[in-house]
């Protein structure tokens, strides 16, 4: 059976022994099934054999199978030594190899009378054809040929694995080992109706060929059918997250209760088709008595706010309370003060709890939270985590979620009152990533603006140019307008390939001085939350014309009046961090501009990739952008938990078998939710053993 076999240790196996064995464990590869899936980095093909007679003219890449007939060590002083051999295949020509690196070293690894293959580039020198540095094997070893007249795969490197002897030759031949006594005992996890509904080369036939492929078209359909195989279990691991949520009780919410109504009559706006759209969605989840675990996502200000607040609201008249979490103290203030200006004229609490909240003030805050008085709990994610006591929790907001991993979400998915979940993210989320990463997820999107928001100019501009970002500025200030300016770095950093970069403190000194006749505030990471938020409320109350920053403005912060965002050293920032930090401006009626200060001398690719950022304001052809750039796993900054860590798939190129996985994954949990039928036991096994985290069983679900 496939599980017992994949799950074997890898030391007894021919060429590995205890003390390799130790080597590869520490790079996570202790069983057979690690081993088989250490895929190649990348291929040599070496089927390209040609007798020396029929060369006619220069070749980039052959192999050549002949038998040396002369070998000469040239000593030279001062210019340095060469090794040179002359080989023969038996077509009547020969064919000269020369290595002038390590020429004494190479020398003592060649015999005349020996036959080898030869592979790299044939030049013609001095009248004769000949190959420098050429790669080779010896081809009268006992055993089998797997290293000439085929593809083969060049392995990871490691500084451990070629100390221990590890290199690409020996990985070869201990994985052709393996499957010589072991192979014909794999089974295919994969159901063989799926494979032959997407055309799928088998299990075992793939896991072989990515290793030994005998032709390209080979290693194409073995590398199409492992990508799937991957991409499809991280689908039903996220199908199967799905199903146990939904099938969790959640308390019924009232969709148009007397709070909700007084609130929707007082608004000083009128809801776009979107906000409807996505409030209709959240009143459907929610009036069943089956618990909500829905996405909300939308550009930045396309009003997620409003339409939270609006479910919030449901909760309470259906006398429930609700939690609304941020990743930061800075965004979990921003929502208090939010949040408190359009529920305390209802009547309504809100309590914030942060790590800076005074003790005193959290005692009070928990025993309102405990009793009920205090409808609305707004704080950084430790208001769920560390033991506070709602009287009734109904519903669970959690903003910013793209830095709330899978697995966190999970362990939100398991808290004792099973409230609904609203997660929200302004970062737009390319389809393909939301189909992974989200597949647990109902998703609704925001895709139009208020009326009145602006759209936003974006300028790129280099240093030689600052006189022109001096002179907006100050055309700006002089209107009455405000200026955000953020650094990458809070300090000079002491890393050499750093010291380059503007940072923070020295920008604020720098600002304070080209601007002598405005106050300019400073805010980063590492200020007091006092000191920080004193800073911040200067500016918002229009007391400093200038806010030097990090990205703590990143998220969060809304000053109708500011209508310049400049960005220093754009080129090292992703382009959803910097669409970001463009959306902190245009929030009123003025025109806004956004700079972005770029180095190309030392980033010249920067040109071309920064050109999105000036041509669109669209968040989500920018998101697609910025995927295809930086891959998936860095698409939010920081690798975020619970991201799939694909070996082969590739998300942002993928895209037709994330689309396909996904469907299928869904059609056979609809069909065999717990995977209980014989025909799936195969896979059931698999996905238990290799997939599923911790917890996640088939049988809870079935």
Known sequence: MSVPLLSESIQYLKGVGPKRADVLAAEGIRTAADLLALYPRRYLDRTNVVRIADIQAPHPAATVVGTITRTRFHARRGRGSRFELTVSDGSGGFLTCVWFQRARAIANLFKEGERVAFHGKITLFSGRWSMSHPEFDRVDDAGPKLDTGRIIGLYPGHASFDAAGLSSRLFRRILFTWFKEKGAGLEDPLPPELAAEFHLM????????????????????????????????????????????????????????PLLTRFMEQLLFTLTPGQHAALQDIRVDTSHGVRMNRLLQGDVGSGKTVVAVAAVLMAIDSGCQAAFLAPTEILAEQHFRTLSAWLEPLGLYVGLLTGSTPAPVRRSTLEGIAQGSIAVAVGTHAVIQEGVAFERLGLCIVDEQHRFGVMQRAALYSKGDRPHILLMSATPIPRSLALTVYGDLDVTVIRDRPPGRQEVETRLLWEKRRSELHDLMRREIAAGRQVYMVYPLVEESEVEELKDIKDAESGYQEVTAAFPEVHVELVHGRMKGADKDAAMQRFVRGEAAILVSTTVIEVGVDVPNASVMVIEHAERFGLSQLHQLRGRIGRGRHTATCVLMCDFKRSEASKTRLKAMVETNDGFRISEVDLKLRGAGDFFGTRQSGLPAFKLADIAEDTDLVAATRTAARTLLTADPGLSRPENRVLRDYFHAFVAPEGLSMSRIG
């Open 202 to 257: 088998d299990g075992r036939s793939a896991r072989r060929a990515i290793h030994f492929p005998k032709s390209r078209e080979e290693l194409d359909a073995a590398t199409r059918r492992l990508k799937f195989e991957e991409l499809f279990f991280f689908q039903l691991m996220m199908g199967a997250i799905r199903t146990r949520v939904q099938r969790d009780p959640g308390p019924p919410l009232t969709a148009d209760g």
